[in-house]
């Protein structure tokens, strides 16, 4: 039986449907590489200390980077700053792939985008959620943005199924370890190259319109954010809260945990963390209806507070089956606040605001989990405290979860609000101040 497009998709332009491939083909280097860069920094001589200091200023580095184009991306165009991410990327790739010295892989870290959690990191999130929401519709916005999250959640999986494979394969050929995890690199900036080619074929469609935002009544005082900006900030410390919290436990150190705990190898952690990250796609669909029902925020926090707490068990579990069980229930849920988090901070802020509001958010989140990294280091490098990260992640998710909740359930998107109309920016800002 064929593959049927979902009909919320059809109406896709070409836009789209190249931003869907963009995000597939980022993700699945995202994902191929966040399961073997511990291995392949552990292998080129780094310490574990070392690593959480290099993951830590690599995550600090996208910040800077971020918060730079995504600012600019609705004035200077969203389409260049895609490609100087792309290409950024790209030569963060060759570098790792070229030295084992640490001030350079620092400096390449820190200047390029890299990702060692095998989410989004740099502007593209950013800018693509931006283009995506100015060429669909407000009503179909969370479900292509669910969409659009299971589209890179089961291009990360492939990439660490993948990545797994490959790495055996060449070990069992006679390649030393070091060289098979280098190979993965190398795919990793090949595939910057191709995303900066890719994003060449965008349209004008998918830029702001001054016609259609009206920018110049709209002045920005706030990175890029004019009348807004109460509403990005509120949203911005909590997002950086939830993100330091998941810092802990990036893809990277989950699969050392498993290594040090149960001495899994990268093969077998390709596979584990391909269906982690597929049934985290899959959920996201069911993540858009259940919001048509209850809300964006009810949704986000009725599916993240549990997932959190399963968080926290993972580490409890005395066998291998028992660990990987709760990681995949967990993961079945636990992105589910994805598409309605990006889909939420789309809808309360002006359609100019788009890119620089998703870029403070995004660059808020960065900064959160580049911290964390350093911390899991020291921790890591310790036999007697590698479940730690797990029960402080969990702890300060939770946190996050009751706060975002006491914050913005009252703070709905227009689509939510049956009075509609144009008073919503007002409503937010009057209820956050």
Known sequence: MPFAIPSVLRGLRLDGWLIFLTRFLRLFAYGSLSVILVFYLV????????????????????????????????????????????????????????????LFLVVAGTIGVISPSGHEVGP???????????????????????????????ATALGALCAGAVTEVLQKAGTAPVSSYRAVVVVYAVLGVILALLFLRLTPETEVRETQTGAARNPRTFFGVGRSHRVVLKLSCLFALDSFGGGFVVQSFAAYWFYLRFGVNPATLGAIFFWANVFAGISALFASRLAARIGLVKTMVATHLPSNVLLIVVPLMPTLSLAVFVLLVRFSISQMDVPTRQSYTMAVVSPEERSAAAGITGVARTTGAAISPLFA???????????????????????????????????????????????WISTATRLLL
């Open 43 to 102: 292998s080129l001589g780094l310490s574990e200390s070392q690593t959480g200091l290099l993951l830590s200023l690599t995550l600090a580095g996208d910040v800077v980077i971020s918060l730079f184009l995504t600012t600019r991306a609705d004035r200077i165009g969203r389409r260049r700053m895609l490609i100087v991410g792309a290409v950024l990327m790209a030569g963060a790739g060759v570098a790792f792939a070229c030295t084992r010295n640490f």
């Open 124 to 154: 593209f999130l950013s800018i693509e959620q931006a283009a995506l929401s100015h060429i669909v519709a407000p009503k179909v916005r969370t479900e292509v943005f669910a969409w659009y999250t299971l589209a890179g959640s089961l």
């Open 377 to 423: 280091g020291l921790l890591f490098a310790r036999s007697s405290l590698i479940d730690v990260p797990f029960f402080v992640a969990g702890g300060l998710k939770i946190i996050y979860d009751l706060l975002l909740y006491r914050a913005f359930v009252a703070v709905r998107p227009p689509e939510e609000n049956a009075a509609g109309g144009n008073n």
